[in-house]
């Protein structure tokens, strides 16, 4: 395994920019097969894998919900959090994210660009309700998102399903908290960039939830 992993990280890096289609189409095991991205990760970067599911709920689902308290557009999924399960705030936590964190400014092509926040927020995490056409959303995302992201089915605060949508395929996970550790992880194994959209989210966790060198803006360190 470790070998298998070592040797998919020389050839992604050695043969420069590639795409997700490319590398999965050399490298199938890592999509049909369970857990395979989050062994790589662990293989690459041992001491970082299970830092999102040591510290998430302890360190930093408090602080999220809090600073979303000041934020006039979180009250719709902070209704009635009192009332919900630890696992459910959980959740929310995460979905909120975005919401607390600035919406990034950036060039697209001769143009700034600056993302509405319900743009940010479906690059991030993307929910939809139970009972959504699965084959024509993935059809679409194709399209519109060229990146891994998390998709979430349920109603307006419980997640009752949880994927990574990477490509064609949605991926599917035990809990939301394990499909946006699988999402971080696909960045990090395929070794691509993550959506400028909602970059200052992934920078987050990325810098301050794995411990991993990156981009820490002061936005960011006020949240820790």
């Not at 920019?17 to 857990?35: A, V």
């Not at 999402?183 to 990090?188: A, E, G, L, R, S």
């Not at 992934?202 to 360190?221: A, C, D, M, N």
Request: charged share 20%; proline share 6%.
């Amino acid at each position: 395994m470790k070998e298998t992993a070592i040797h998919m990280a020389q050839w992604i890096r050695a043969n420069g920019t590639k795409s997700i289609e490319e590398i999965t189409c050399e490298f199938p095991r890592l999509l049909d097969t369970p857990g395979m991205i989050s062994q790589d990760f662990s293989v690459l970067f041992p001491d970082h894998a299970e830092r999102l599911f040591q510290t998430w709920k302890m360190s930093f689902k408090d602080k999220i919900l809090c600073f979303a308290s000041q934020e006039k557009k979180a009250q719709e999924l902070l209704q009635n959090l009192d009332s919900l399960s630890p696992e459910v705030q959980s959740d929310v936590a995460l979905r909120l994210l975005p919401v607390i964190l600035p919406t990034p400014v950036y060039k697209k092509g001769m143009k700034m660009f600056k993302p509405s926040l319900e743009e940010n927020i479906k690059s991030f995490i993307e929910f939809k309700h139970v009972g959504t056409n699965m084959v024509e959303f993935l059809k679409e995302a194709e399209l519109t998102k060229p990146f891994p992201f998390v998709l979430g089915l349920g109603d307006d605060s419980q997640c009752h399903q949880a994927f990574v949508v990477v490509g064609k395929q949605a991926l599917h996970q035990n809990t939301l908290l394990g499909a946006v550790d699988t999402c971080f992880k696909f960045f990090y194994v395929l070794d691509i960039h993550f959506p400028k959209q909602c970059a200052p989210v992934w920078e987050f966790l990325q810098t301050v939830v794995y411990k991993l060198p990156g981009t820490e803006s002061p936005s960011v360190r006020l949240l820790y």
